[in-house]
């Protein structure tokens, strides 16, 4: 379990990381905390020749409100320990703060950063659903330019991501919670810190009494994080119930084909997806309210 | 009788050092110019080698040589086997031993076909990944139940099949029985058990001294006098030429004392060869593949009872998975043989079992080895035959107990060590009744508590006895220096059982020393050379006593030597705080070092025939084993929406004798009350049907982590062993053995309502939700939800 022979790059700037990406793109790999890169390697599973250590660009670090206060922005190196005990996220964005402590063990926060787990796109990881659920943003930089990426469109298949070769991901934006909002996050996975065998992040916006706008991503149930437009077709412009939950909850399956492994079944997962939607919608609608 | 060290609940001496990063383990020992191994290993489950190419290895720079079987010559030979076949008519066995590099055939994945070494581990690796291996690829056996079948590829080409052995036990007449039974059960049961992933694997480093001509080795074995005596043999040295030290181990729990594995063949072979020190330590990608494992045996077991819940007999035939050799001959499934009788009369019992071949890793005795297979198996019966008769689970185990006037109790079958199965003593019932009262069966009967609409709870309560302490013998010696320092040697190996602070209250009790001024050294066939090991829960029964009679020697010898010089008889001294004295008076007393001094003259004359120092050398061997025993009792909650399942409370009462450290003992339960719930809901080693195995990381293979396992609240039962001096039983596997079966009852108890017979272990709530949904009607309406 040692990599192979590989040329590392630690740039000091985010210029110079740019140009080094665009020189090496093709053969270039990130190197963020290393979570999921380093036993990669280890294992031979991935065997970049070159990397580039992002750990000194503090140009990529930090947490703070734009907008007169609409959005969240987070710099992709920002550890995700930092960003869960982060006032500015715990007040504006709830959703992540909750969903934070899922992530692995606090260990791995440590070094885990942000931006990491969000361009990895490991369909089994929580960041990525949370990030679809709250229709963030992600900047993508590159020695030519910049350029947002809206999350729906971010994901594009298994540990793929729309970011070139030659771009990195500089930050995220996300919306801050307003009045009528309510939100949840739930997962099951075997152990606490594993993968989880699904999850589920929702978010709720009501008005009047009614649903306004919904949405819901899951995680684990496909090639990355998974977006239920039938859940949400079924809440909006409803009175949100303890019926209206679970008749939302059970049409999570037509929106999910999830796979098989070693710990779950595809028939299992579904019977989570259902399970779980219902826990998020149900913890989402009593926020509203409370 | 008042003690004073033995039976306290001491600190452990060696904490400070294993928990401040300052004790010695294989990874810790660098030498100058020492060189570093890894092996290019079998992607094949099944395959023959037509060519291997080591070319492109060779010239990658810093290789500084590669060998393959071809290489060996002479030295590439069968490891041995360790267990002859065992002395019971009619036993077919066919031990095929393992070879320190493949040749000609694979026959699992992770088998060594060559081996790199290099400056770095990282060159060797790069090296190893060079090695041109062209195999053609034979169909996998990988399902027990087929293994046998006559278009089955044969493993071995030399034997008519996959059988390595059938064995058949009885006592009694089960057929005699079954007419005039009120009930028979009879089930078919699963039971796998996983690999013991302990935290640090294996190592060894080997280092030739051509000018001393001197052989050191470091190695993470449970045996290391065995090894020496091995290894010396297999490259023509002396025993005396070869020293082998096992220092700290982090975990054993069996697989460690499997021998002769290839990598200890071939590191010490490797450094005679080149002349320079080599290293080799297991990565745990390695580990998953090339330590042994345990794995699953499939029971067709029957059980016949009468009106009144009481065992006429019981019946089992077995399969039992070898893996690709089997060295270790048939521990694992003659444990599952005997200890499946458990504390209970059984008048009739036939036992009969098979044991195959199959392409993937070697099984040989993982902390329980073999005995969880059989006690889930009995566990299971009676609670289904309790359901049956309207009795509750515990009724029928009391009811069935051996009574204590029934010891010793001879079985009339052959053990694991080829003696008969007698257990020595025991005392059922009052363990049964404080677990009883400690998981508060009554109190959950009244269903007092409140729970969440979705959630059931489930309450269990299992028996196990378990064969401990077997022979042949071990040894110590114990020396009082001149500085006052004890120091205790005995040669088995430890692994983290507390030895450095149990086997010093056994000597500090007899010689009045305080244990933390008791220097004990384990493992080191410098200072210690006769013995066996530690396994089998052996090495408090066996080298405790030892330890035990070595310092009544030692004692002896104080108080001759203190008597005269203090002028008073031996029995009116005292040993107390390190000095012999006269009882009572401080003032007349004398050092024990001092003592020491004065027993090793420098100048002058002594009495012919008299031995220098205060030491003594002194060995042990029990007539058989002894038989400690215990309740486990658990009380469980189950997510019916989920399908996971939390453990709410935890119960272990255990009887394993005398008790010398009641804190070590607790921490033995624990950690193996640990392993049991991992064995029960979370780790199972899986093989795709081309013996690929699946699950060969921590990611996938699940290891219960603190957060899963809840603490045991324990309480304890002292029936002495009467065959031992001390009268200890072994505690090393108790925690782990009887957790599968009590997993099954609990949760099958929760899930009452839903009528679920629960046949198998492990589970996981992948597999519960599968075993609920899977009945008729329900899983179609799943699968229609797409």
Redesign the interface.
Known sequence: ?????FDYFAPNTLDEALSLLAEHGDEAKVLAGGQSLVPAMN??LARPEILIDLGRLSELTGIERLDGGQNVRIGAMTRQRTVERHPLVRKHVPLVHETMPWVAHPQIRNRGTFGGSLAHADPAAELPAVLLALGGRCLAKSRDGERWIDAQDFYTGLFETALEPHELLAAVELPSVGPGEGWAFTE?S??????A?CGVAARLKARDGVVEEASVALLSVGDGPTAAPSVVEILVGQAPSAELVSTAADAV?ND??PPGD???????R???A???TRRVLTAAVDRISG | METRYFGKPLKRNEDHRLLTGKALFVDDVTLPGMLHVAFKRSDFAHGRILEIDVQAALERPGVVAVYTAEDLGDYHQPGPLLLPAPPIEGAVFHPRMQVPLAKDKVRHVGEPIAVVVARS??IA??AA?EIFVDIEPLDAVVDLEGALDPDTPKIHDDLESNLAAHVVQSKGDFDSVVDKAHRVVRRRFFYDHGIAAAMENRGIVASWDARDQQLEIWDTTQAPIAIRNGLAGMLGLAESQVRVVAPFIGGGFGPKIMMFYPEEVLLPWISMRLGWPVKWIE???ENFVATTHERAQIHEAALAVDENGKILGVEDTFIHDAGAYNPYGLTVPINSQCTLLGPYDVPNYRSEFTVVYTNKTLVTPYRGAGRQHGVFVMERLLDLAAKELGLDVVEIRRRNFLPPDAFPHDHGLIYQDFSSLVYDSGNYEPALDKAVKLIDFAGFESGSSEIEPHKRRGIGIVCYVEGTGIGPYEGAKVTVEPSGTVSVVTGVGTQGQGHFTSFAQVVGEQIGVDPTKIRVVTGDTRLFHWGAGTFASRGAVVAGNACHAAALDVRKKILKMAGELLEAPEEDLELVDGKAQVKGVPAKAIELGELASLANPMRGAVEPGTEPGLEATTYFGPKHGSTASGVHAMEVEVDL????VKILRYVVVHDCGTVINPLILEGQIQGGVAQGIGNAF?EQI?YGDDGQL??G?F??Y?L??S??VPNVVGDHVETPSPLNPLGIKGAGEAGAIPVGALFAQAVEHALRDEGLEILEIPL???RL??LL?DREGI?ST??S??
Do not use: C, Q
């Open positions: 379990m040692k990599p192979p022979v294992f031979r099951m075997r152990r606490h810190g594993d993968f065998l399956v999910i084909d070693l710990h779950a079944t595809p028939a299992y579904r019977h989570l259902r399970t779980l | 581990r990282y690796e790069d990944e990565d745990r990608a929406e989920t399908y996971d979370y899986l699946l699950n990381s990611m996938d699940l219960p982590t957060m899963d996981s709530p992948n939700f599968e949904h899983a799943e699968e939800g797409s």
